[in-house]
């Protein structure tokens, strides 16, 4: 699959898989992750990180109790179909392969956990500002329309097991371009190819 954007930003996909549903959600990681690893707060190495970033899923896998949490979700899923019949964009008679491009439209809730109110709210204005003052610059990850960001405001959850119960929560509607590229032999099925590289 094929983030649209600047080469750079693109080169940092190649050889990894994402899922078209997922993309949205692992863009998001990556800023974010990027936004921190430049303030020397996160890391690869989990021990060298002063906080946690993953999905929502990792609550109950790779968690740790002890730091600050970004947890990001994504919402429903749909393609536009905003690109033309088909959304076909490009045809090779000789290879029998088409490309085919277009927008996907979904929510992304960025939920940000602590036990500390202070730092909860703290981490949930690093959020706001970073995809709110600075939305325009993130379509060179591929964000094609996105609308501005609420954060909510801070409450306590109640039920909550862990220590980080304290939480805000930064949600916004994207639209990112895809493309992916089908290959076919004569009149049989051949091939999906879908990778992160430019498709000539």
């Not at 750079?8 to 990894?16: N, S």
């Amino acid at each position: 699959m094929l983030i649209a954007g600047n080469a750079p930003i693109r080169d940092r996909y190649k050889g990894r898989y994402i899922r078209p549903a997922d993309v949205p959600a692992s863009v998001t990681l990556d800023i974010i992750q990027s936004f921190y690893e430049q303030r020397s707060m996160w890391s690869q190495i989990d021990e060298e990180s002063k906080l946690f970033i993953g999905s929502i899923h990792a609550v109950a896998l790779t968690m740790p109790d002890q730091k600050p949490a970004i947890l990001v979700q994504r919402g429903p899923v749909a393609f536009d179909r905003a690109s033309g019949i088909n959304q076909r964009r490009d045809r090779d008679m000789k290879v029998g392969s088409t490309v085919y491009t277009d927008t996907i439209r979904t929510s992304v809730a960025i939920n940000c956990m602590d036990g500390q109110p202070w730092v909860c709210d703290d981490i949930g204005s690093d959020m706001f500002e970073l995809f709110g003052m600075l939305r325009h610059e993130h379509k060179h990850y591929g964000f094609f329309k996105m609308d501005s960001p609420v954060l909510s405001e801070l409450r306590k959850q109640k039920d909550s097991t862990r220590p980080q119960h304290w939480l805000t929560v930064l949600s916004f509607a994207v639209s990112m371009q895809l493309t992916w590229k089908v290959e076919q032999e004569a009149s049989e099925f051949k091939s999906l190819v879908i990778n992160l590289e430019d498709i000539n």
